[in-house]
T-cell receptor, first 113, second 108 residues
Framework: EAAVTQSPRNKVAVTGGKVTLSCNQTNNHNNMYWYRQDTGHGLRLIHYSYGAGSTEKGDIPDGYKASRPSQENFSLILELATPSQTSVYFC????????????FGKGTRLTVV | GQQVQQSPTSLVLQEGENAELQCNFSTSLNSMQWFYQRPGGSLISVFYNPSGTKQSGRLTSTTVIKERRSSLHISSSQITDSGTYLCAMATNTGKLTFGDGTVLTVKP
């Protein structure tokens, strides 16, 4: 079974602070993704990556950075967290452009106060 | 405009009834995937279906890539089928975009 592990699962951060969300996959997938999910907005793509060293902007990248130091790890970085970034964040891995389905982590609930 | 349109937005069924969920795509796609999500839960892959028809138990997915559409059929619905069903499309560069989902409620 494909495994995508997110950490932390819950996080409370202060406004203006730096937050790093981590994601690890053991599926040897090239592509990894970060989404946020809010009521009324569905799942929105923040950043994604084609492989180690690459990051691509998704549909809502403002206020977020991403880092893909290795095939297995993909981080989402909030340099200056704001209350509007309070959300549930999901990481995923998969190669749907190459015939492989996408698998999701369990999510991280982030609250910025 | 939204690239992935799902319909209906919500659906209420009596246990035992069938459901048909639709997904339409406004741009060319390489593949698509159906997911299931319980409130507060993560996304579980239901079907990865680049084309054609796939069946798993009471669930059947049909994708026609050239017509940019996919459907998910649930037969003999059960209370445990309740939740949100999301479809997503992948481009040939691997970008994965979601629809807003269909909220299914199955009542006893």
């Amino acid at each position: 079974e494909a495994a995508v592990t997110q950490s932390p699962r819950n996080k409370v951060a202060v406004t203006g602070g730096k937050v790093t969300l981590s994601c690890n996959q053991t599926n040897n997938h090239n592509n990894m993704y970060w989404y946020r999910q809010d009521t009324g907005h569905g799942l929105r793509l923040i950043h994604y990556s084609y492989g180690a060293g690459s990051t691509e902007k998704g549909d809502i990248p403002d206020g977020y950075k991403a880092s893909r130091p290795s095939q297995e790890n993909f981080s989402l970085i909030l340099e200056l967290a704001t209350p509007s970034q309070t959300s549930v964040y999901f990481c995923a891995s998969g190669d749907p452009d190459r015939g492989t389905e996408v698998f999701f982590g369990k999510g991280t609930r982030l609250t910025v106060v | 405009g939204q690239q992935v349109q799902q319909s209906p937005t919500s659906l209420v069924l009596q246990e035992g009834e069938n459901a048909e969920l639709q997904c339409n795509f406004s741009t060319s796609l390489n593949s698509m995937q159906w997911f299931y999500q319980r409130p507060g839960g993560s996304l579980i892959s239901v079907f990865y279906n680049p084309s054609g028809t796939k069946q798993s138990g009471r669930l059947t997915s049909t994708t026609v890539i050239k017509e940019r559409r996919s459907s998910l059929h649930i037969s003999s619905s059960q209370i445990t089928d309740s939740g949100t069903y999301l479809c997503a499309m992948a481009t040939n560069t691997g970008k994965l975009t979601f629809g807003d989902g269909t909220v299914l409620t199955v009542k006893p």
